[in-house]
């Protein structure tokens, strides 16, 4: 009993060791990440990313339940490719790189401290941190003019199908006497992150098949660029009909709220739909007995011949 307890508290001590050693070193990645969490609202949902990912570790608790430690020096590999990935983030000068280091350094904590069966039940929740890493600014800058364009000409035909006069010019909505702009940080890519990151978070909590999480995983960008588009042409029909103060307030601050509970909405009907047109069948199990006879060759022979007429000479 006291060299299982010491065997435990020595375990405890060593993940306890590298975590703070990986803290450390990732900490000022990590700095930087919560800074573009608090002032760029296209990662606003960085906050939540660890919380779900830790929400999963529960939910998959039962996967280690009788699991037994069996340390893996295959953790050394990890570590070395988390800190190659690290120095080549801090030579280059891009923190996104460095951030992504925090994922192999954490897997080889995985081996090191439990082995394979310790990596197979935090994988997914390792991988799901990805969605708090902000993208490099050369991929925020090559994905901002195309969503863009899609979000102002598409709401530009929106509010002109519903009867009001309106026309695109460049990334300017033109509405009568307002003029609504389509600004890079309103391009859509804020709630293309968030609903990549939540139709994820779905596609491994829903109890689907696994062609319907792929389905709704892939769903989400085009999900994502209707709920803006929705969003600014609400937005014009307020400027238009209720006035500029309210239109603003919507655009600004309740519209992110809004879209969210839409996207679920969305994301439920989605599986709604799969679920009348995906249809999983589950194959009954053959009894062991019935499976002897089968393999049986005089029994085989007994089932070919029975209720067989006799033949008459």
């Known amino acids: ?121 935090a994988w997914l929740s390792i991988a799901f941190l990805v969605f708090m890493i902000p993208l490099p600014w050369r991929l925020e800058n090559a994905l901002g003019p195309p969503l863009q364009f899609i979000a102002t000409t598409a709401s530009t035909y929106l509010l002109q199908t519903c009867g009001f006069m309106a026309f695109a010019d460049g990334y300017v909505i033109q509405l009568n006497d307002a003029r609504i702009g389509v600004v890079e940080a309103c391009s859509g890519l804020s709630m293309v992150m968030i609903f990549i990151a939540l139709s994820t978070a779905a596609a491994l909590i829903v109890r689907r098949p696994l062609l319907d999480r792929l389905v709704l995983v892939a769903s989400s960008i085009p999900v994502a660029l209707l709920a803006n588009i929705l969003r600014i042409t609400v937005t014009g029909i307020l400027h238009d009909t209720v006035g500029g103060h309210a239109a603003d307030t919507f655009y600004h601050d309740l519209a992110g709220w809004v879209m969210i509970p839409l996207a679920l909405a969305l994301y439920w009907v989605e599986i709604w739909v799969l679920s009348r047109i995906l249809i999983e069948v589950k194959q009954e199990a053959i009894p062991a007995l019935d499976l002897v006879r089968s393999r049986d060759p005089a029994s085989l022979a007994a089932t070919r011949t029975k209720g067989r007429k006799p033949s008459v000479l």
């Open 1 to 121: 009993m006291k060299l299982a307890l010491s065997k435990q508290s020595a375990l405890a001590a060593s993940l306890a060791f590298l975590l703070g050693c990986l803290l450390w070193s990732v900490w000022p990645a990590l700095a930087v990440m919560q800074e573009r969490w608090s002032g760029d609202p296209r990662y606003a949902h960085g906050y939540l990313v660890p919380l779900f990912s830790l929400a999963l570790l529960w939910l998959r608790k039962d996967r280690i339940a009788a699991a037994k430690p069996m340390p893996s020096t295959w953790g050394l590999v990890f570590l070395g490719l988390g800190a190659a990935l690290q120095l080549t983030g801090g030579y280059i000068r891009h923190d996104s790189v460095v951030g992504l280091a925090l994922l192999p350094y954490l897997a080889g904590i995985c081996l090191l401290v439990g082995g394979w069966r310790i990596l197979e039940w």
